[in-house]
């Protein structure tokens, strides 16, 4: 099978713009979470989807968002980009729902805010 | 709130040695999930095992050993006669079970793991 796959693996953007990042779930796979990723604060939750529906929701700013798709592909948005939004954004799918099933990961996009 | 600690931030070993990574947790729930992650230099975290809470038997896959204590709230990562290949950042992970469930993870903050040639 596929791994998971996020496009692009690397974006560089200025303050103040807009970006959306995608992600491929392995085959079969209805969870999608999302986590960013910064020297400084470490691996946190964004949210989480499973079948269309957001499930959970981390600690972020409006500005961050995202959804899901019927064939389980997501994606997420950042508006009004800030330096501080530059981190390495993570993709994760799973089997099933609940906090059961491991997270499989992407390798990630790399964005950079100027 | 559910924390990790990896005390370690970085460890550098030789070839061959042994090394144990630390994880250290608290939660308030009776039922969760303690997980360990790789992440080489490519980026991706690769899954490495998953325990829940019930289960306090110590496992084994390889060179790789896992020491889960609740008494301690411990879940510590050993790695026996370690490869340069090893060398990655190590994160230990806790999902607590709510009702619903949510594929939620509360990281720790890695420990950077270098074995020399």
């Known amino acids: 099978k596929a791994g998971v796959t996020q496009t692009p693996r690397y974006l560089i953007k200025t303050r103040g713009q807009q970006v959306t990042l995608s992600c491929s779930p392995i085959?079969?796979?209805?969870?999608v979470s999302w986590y960013q990723q910064t020297p400084g604060q470490g691996l946190q939750f964004l949210f989480e989807?499973?079948?269309?529906?957001?499930?959970n929701k981390g600690n972020f700013p409006g500005r961050f968002s995202g959804r899901q798709f019927s064939n389980s592909r997501s994606e997420m948005n950042v508006s009004t980009l800030e330096l501080g939004d530059s981190a390495l954004y993570l993709c994760a799918s799973s089997e099933g729902q609940g906090a059961y099933s491991p997270l499989h990961f992407g390798n990630g996009t790399r964005l950079t805010v100027t | 709130a559910q924390k990790v600690t990896q005390a370690q931030t970085e460890i550098s070993v030789v070839e061959k040695e042994d090394v144990t990574l630390d994880c250290v947790y608290e939660?308030?729930?009776?039922?969760?999930?303690l997980f360990w992650y790789k992440q080489p230099p490519s980026g991706e975290l690769v899954f490495l095992i998953r325990r829940n809470s019930f289960d306090e038997q110590n496992e084994i896959s390889g060179r790789y050993s896992w020491n889960f204590q609740k008494s301690t709230s411990s879940f510590n990562f050993t790695i026996t006669a370690s490869q340069v290949v090893d060398s990655a950042v190590y994160f230990c992970?806790?999902?607590?079970?709510?009702?619903?469930?949510?594929?939620?993870?509360?990281f720790g903050k890695g420990t950077k793991l270098t074995v020399n040639p």
């Open positions: 992970a806790l999902s607590e079970a709510p009702q619903g469930g949510s594929e939620k993870l509360v």
């Open positions: 085959s079969g796979h209805r969870s």
């Open positions: 989807y499973f079948s269309e529906t957001q499930r």
């Open positions: 939660t308030r729930d009776t039922t969760y999930y």
